[in-house]
């Protein structure tokens, strides 16, 4: 069974910090990796992409993959509360188009 | 910007019932997904479907499911006799304009929100 594992948080950070949310696959297959950002009762909003291992970055988010590891990373600088949402962490099957994703990391950015 | 728009944004049917969701796209895409995410839980993945066939389905999409192209255009799924557990929010995906399809990158529609009473 593929599976990707995120710690379900809640995360708080206070406004203005670094926030990073970490997680981790089973598919050592997988080729593509995704971070998504949903808010409460709406659909996951792709943030960012990474294929290849080391640091992607994208205005306030950086993501990090290390494939050694099967360690998937998202930092966000300046966090904002504008920020606090959950973020889903989701990697390819493989040989699949289908994303698998993990539960979540519920981030609470505090004014 | 979605690059697909599903409708209706709310269902609600009685148990036993049939429901059709349908996924607009904004262009000529190939490749479609459905997803659902019951409440309170992770993301899964139903099926996928390329070029008017089913590429790749899960567990969950049994024979209970169905997803045709009918117009070339609307995308839609169908449940058949709705059960209590398939209350959740169904998501349709699709990848991105000048998007290598490879890359896998795939975007959300806003959902329906399948309440099954």
């Known amino acids: 069974q593929k599976e990707v594992e995120q710690n379900s948080g809640p995360l708080s950070v206070p406004e203005g910090a670094i926030a990073s949310l970490n997680c981790t696959y089973s598919?050592?297959?997988?080729?593509?990796f995704f971070w998504y950002r949903q808010y409460s009762g709406k659909s996951p909003e792709l943030i960012m992409s990474?294929?290849?291992?080391g640091d992607k970055e994208d205005g306030r988010f950086t993501a990090q993959l290390n494939k050694a590891s099967q360690y998937v990373s998202l930092l966000i600088r300046d966090s904002q509360p504008s920020d606090s949402a959950t973020y889903l962490c989701?990697?390819?099957?493989?040989?699949?188009?289908?994303?698998?994703f993990g539960t979540g990391t519920l981030l609470a950015v505090q004014p | 910007e979605p690059e697909v728009t599903q409708t209706p944004s709310h269902q609600v049917t009685q148990m036993g019932q049939e429901v059709i969701l349908r996924c607009v796209p904004i262009s000529n895409h190939l490749y479609f997904y459905w997803y659902r995410q019951i409440l309170g839980q992770k993301v899964e993945f139903l099926v996928s479907?390329?070029?008017?066939?089913?590429?790749?389905k899960s567990e969950i999409f049994d024979d209970q499911f169905s997803v045709e192209r009918p117009d070339g255009s609307n995308f839609t799924l169908k449940i058949r006799s709705t059960k209590l557990e398939d209350s959740a929010m169904y998501f349709c995906a699709a990848p991105g304009l000048n998007v290598i399809v490879a890359k896998n990158i795939q975007y959300f529609g806003a959902g329906t929100r399948l309440s099954v009473l």
């Open positions: 989701a990697s390819d099957g493989g040989a699949t188009n289908k994303l698998i």
């Open positions: 479907f390329y070029n008017n066939e089913i590429s790749e």
């Open positions: 990474i294929y290849s291992n």
């Open positions: 598919d050592r297959g997988s080729q593509s």
